[in-house]
Every structure is written in structure tokens, then in C-alpha cells.
T-cell receptor, first 113, second 113 residues
Framework: DGGITQSPKYLFRKEGQNVTLSCEQN?????MYWYRQDPGQGLRLIYY???????QKGDIAEGYSVSREKKESFPLTVTSAQKNPTAFYLC????????????FGSGTQLSVL | GENVEQHPSTLSVQEGDSAVIKCTYS??????FPWYKQELGKGPQLIID?????GEKKDQRIAVTLNKTAKHFSLHITETQPEDSAVYFC????????????FGPGTRLSVLP
């Protein structure tokens, strides 16, 4: 099945700890995105990457980091600098050259212990 | 930058009735407007989209209308069914924002049997 796989589904972070959320896609899409979803708010863009080895900050990048070493993988690290990390995190991908449709993974719920 | 508002935040309808969700956007350069449906614990899925050169688009029980002059677009669901219950997000893509989108805060639709 083609799609986007996020893991884990649930993640707990202790204070001062960095945690990494995994996102893998087998859609052969060039572009990948990380969004944060808080209750009652729309999706907010954290980071995006339009090509391997390149990525840009979104609207709320502070306290997060990413890498894009492979086309199919776009992991997100929530660092200890992110003081309010509890949220639902969504990874998405889209094709370039006019591929506008975003395909989302099933999300990771991150909570602070 | 672009700002997308969405109303209502919650909507309850009887099964078989119609539901309408409205979004307004601020950037007249936005040219693509998708609607996403998010079921509990899952990632959003694209249900319908419309480009700025089209006034209306229909897909079975779902339709989207766009008024560029007033800068608003609406989702119409007819003959609602219990499986339509979900959170619906609208989004706008500003012309100068690459492949990125600005999302509305979402509408929780409940279809009562």
C-alpha cells in the first residue's frame, strides 16, 4: 500500500529530553511537511522540505529540528527548547510540478510527563 | 500574510439534512482552496478542492463554491450521513507561499441519527 507512515502513535517526553518522530513515505513524493495541531486550532507548519538535503522553517520552527537525508524519510526532533510540546503532530507529503494535494500520515500524539 | 477564518466551529445536523461550512481568506493572491476531513485519531484526508478560476465544483454529495470578490469559499454537504461526522478543515494556498498552505481552525460536524 502506498502512503505515509508515522511512528510512534503515542510518545511521552520527560523534561529536558529530545524526542524524534518518524515519518516515512513510499509515494515517491519530493515534498514533505511537518504540522502541529492543537485543539481548536488549524494546522501550523513547523518545517518543510521540497528536495533531499534541503529544508526550510515554517511558521513555528523554534524548538524543533529536521533532516532530509533520504527522499522517503523526514524525521522531526522535538528538542528541550520547545517548552510546550504537547500536541498532535502530522507529517504530510506532496508531489512537485503542480502536485498540490497533501497526503497526511495518521499522526503522533506527544505528551509531556 | 494569509489568514483563514472558518465558521462555525461546531455544527450539528440531523441525518439527511444539509451542512454548510464557510471560510474566508485575506490574501487575494491565494489560488487554490482544498477541504480536508479528519476523523478521530487520524490524519486529514482531502475531500474536494477548487482553484481560483472556478466558481463551483461538485463531487456526489459534496460541493465547494468560491467567491473571489468576497474572498470566501464554502463546503456544502447534502443528505448528510453519520459517517460524515468529523472535523473539517479548509485551507488556502497563497501564490507566494510555494507549496505551503494556511489552514482554518476547523469545524466539528456531528450528524445526529
Amino acid at each position: 500500500d502506498g502512503g505515509i507512515t508515522q511512528s510512534p502513535k503515542y510518545l511521552f517526553r520527560k523534561e529536558g529530553q529530545n524526542v524524534t518522530l518518524s515519518c516515512e513515505q513510499n509515494l515517491n513524493h519530493d515534498a514533505m511537511y511537518w504540522y502541529r495541531q492543537d485543539p481548536g486550532q488549524g494546522l501550523r507548519l513547523i518545517y518543510y522540505s521540497q528536495i533531499v538535503n534541503d529544508f526550510q522553517k515554517g511558521d513555528i520552527a523554534e524548538g524543533y529540528s529536521v533532516s532530509r537525508e533520504k527522499k522517503e524519510s523526514f524525521p522531526l526532533t522535538v528538542t528541550s527548547a520547545q517548552k510546550n510540546p504537547t500536541a498532535f503532530y502530522l507529517c504530510a507529503s506532496s508531489g512537485t510540478n503542480g502536485g498540490e494535494k497533501l497526503f497526511f500520515g495518521s499522526g503522533t500524539q506527544l505528551s509531556v510527563l | 500574510g494569509e489568514n483563514v477564518e472558518q465558521h462555525p466551529s461546531t455544527l450539528s445536523v440531523q441525518e439527511g439534512d444539509s451542512a454548510v461550512i464557510k471560510c474566508t481568506y485575506s490574501d487575494s493572491a491565494s489560488n487554490y482552496f482544498p477541504w480536508y476531513k479528519q476523523e478521530l485519531g487520524k490524519g486529514p484526508q482531502l475531500i474536494i478542492d477548487i482553484r481560483s478560476n472556478v466558481g463551483e465544483k461538485k463531487d456526489q454529495r459534496i460541493a465547494v463554491t468560491l467567491n473571489k470578490t468576497a474572498k470566501h469559499f464554502s463546503l456544502h454537504i447534502t443528505e448528510t450521513q453519520p459517517e460524515d461526522s468529523a472535523v473539517y478543515f479548509c485551507a488556502a494556498r497563497p501564490d507566494n507561499y510555494g507549496q505551503n498552505f494556511v489552514f482554518g481552525p476547523g469545524t466539528r460536524l456531528s450528524v445526529l441519527p
